[in-house]
């Protein structure tokens, strides 16, 4: 092979090269010590004219300078291609999926409570799981011994310490440090220590609302409550207040929204007691409000169709996504 030979068959070579390995081959036939086709051209170079060295020699060495960058050049592109794979990226493969987090539906309808309540004026505050008896008893016109106390079965950390059964217990918090005229919701987890069933667990939520002021009556009760469950559920949704007990309101009621032909039992309600207003040094005289607690859980349920409380606590996620 002559000078031109060699030049067309290398690159030619180096071209079709399918791997490293291969690649070396292809260099030890063409630039190897002993028996490499150039190399052998550069070795007999002494043996030649004068003339035929001045015309081969520049030509020799020129294409060992370009044979070596070529076989260079072919040797980044394997190490380049191997770090992403042997094949490269093939740019019509599907993209891998990736998978987005979403809300709890128990997110969803808290989220959904604060803004119609914030559109009502109301804002929102939060207070602590763990209570003391005096918050969520004493004060709320639950003295130890009162039988009214068993309405409500209760996770005791100690004599004095309670995880809280209602929302309620923020009511007085919040009075403690405010004064009237307010409005406000309380979002919050509350614990109770009884048999679970599908419409009861032993952990879950209730949206407490207060309003306080002069001239607060049960009618703005009664217009606040209805107004929001029409923005809940829906324009013409029926609601309906029953006369009802708890120790911290006087009158209590108990309300109900009808769905499906079905009344249903949402939340606990009425006007605040004037015991619980002494508690927190306001005059029951002057001072009037509503106060109301509703199960988070409940409503979601109704409004989602969900058959059974347990689900939500689950972590099944064939529940979970489908909100
Ligand atoms: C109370 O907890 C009162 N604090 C409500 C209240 C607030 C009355 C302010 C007056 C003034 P009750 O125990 O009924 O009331 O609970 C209120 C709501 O929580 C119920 O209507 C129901 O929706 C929900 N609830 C009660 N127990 C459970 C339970 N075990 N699992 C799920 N939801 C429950």
Known sequence: MNVAEIRKSALEDVKK??????LEVIRVKYLGRKDGELTKILR???DLSVAERKEIGPAANELRGDLEEAFSKKLKEFSASSKRGVVGIDITMPGKKIAVGHLHPLTIIENRIKEIFNSLNFSVVEGPEAETDYYNFDALNI???HPARDMWDTFWIDSKKLLRTHTSPMQIRYMEKHQPPFQIIVPGRVFRFEATDASH??????VEGLMVGERVTLANFKYVITEFFRQFFGPGTH????PSYFPFVEPGLEVDVMLNGNWLEVMGAGMVHPKVFDA?????????????????ERLAMIKYKIP???????????FTNQF
Do not use: T, W
Request: charge should be positive.
């Open 280 to 296: 927190v040094r306001y005059n029951p005289r002057k001072i009037r409000g509503f106060a109301f607690g509703m199960g988070l």
């Open 308 to 318: 059974d409380i347990r689900l939500f606590y689950s972590g099944d996620l064939r």
């Open 239 to 242: 609601v309906r207040f029953r």
């Open 143 to 145: 003295p130890a011994n």
């Open 44 to 46: 007999s170079l002494k």
């Open 201 to 206: 667990e032993i952990n879950f939520h209730q």
């Open 17 to 22: 090269a399918k791997n490293v390995k291969a």
